[in-house]
């Protein structure tokens, strides 16, 4: 399955790729390194943590609520965030998805924190730090009276909804943050990022979006999109990322463009081949390891979750 951010990671690393898409599943039972892997690929940094937090905050409750045409509840939605902080904060620490026999896909206060995993701590200040700025993401939101207006003026907003398709013959998914569907207009794609500087932009990332929105739109639409989603043009549709976490709430919106679409066009089919060639498509057991390169930048290898695995089965080429 090609995702945009799965061959973001095959070209930082093929060989992270294929651990984390091949080796690591939920489902193993008796194969102890594939148990391990499957650990190890769930590891994030403290940063990437605190933003699924926002992200399932907003997804799940503030984007619920307005769907229900409830009144926003900020006390209630901070509340749920330090909780989720709390609790999976404590599920990290005690690394309770190593105790034995637990079932840890099933925990919902399941998180795995790299430093906790390889023996170091976070200071208090990187915990509160952390804390604040998911409190400063949300607030940030919530303190967006006309954006959140415009939300509300919505026919129906889909949260991470998953888009299917194929590209070439070969299965295509991406998952946007929103989908913001009106009765009048063609929708808005947002995408939700907890950056601390917001320096990088991710219009690659909402192209993907909208074609894969606009595919589904044109031959299989979900139950509930709107009947009318297939009138609308590409070119019309709205793209916007939304730094929450910048003090100024950096929007940035994008337009399809034809030119766009003919970049992203041939990314993804030399993107397709080439993972493709790789083996890619194959299942562990048929997928040959010796196919994945390792990161030829050895800066990649500090913040990978496999560094002590891939060490020890002298995956990697490059020395310490
Ligand atoms: S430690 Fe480095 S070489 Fe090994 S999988 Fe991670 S990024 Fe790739």
Redesign the pocket.
Known sequence: MFTPTGYKLFK??Q??WY?KNIVADGRVKNDEFRKEITILAKLNTLEAWRGNIVDDVVSRLLINSINKKYPIDRTYLVNEADKMFDSQLEYAAFQKYREPGRKYTKDKDFAALVNYEFGLDYTDEMINTARTDIHAALNNLLDDAEFIKYLQSARFLASQRPLHYTFSGLPVSSKPDLIVFFDDRAPHIIDWKVHTYGLNTYDEQLMFYAVALYKVAMTKPHADFPMNLGSHQIFDYKLTEYQLLHPDRIRRDYEVTKDSLEELNDKMSKGIIEMYMKGCHKKYGEADPENFE??NY?E??NN????TI??TKE????SN
């Open positions: 930082r690393c060989l992270q651990l390792t990161t050895i990649n290898c990978c979750q496999f560094k891939c060490k995956y990697a080429t490059m």
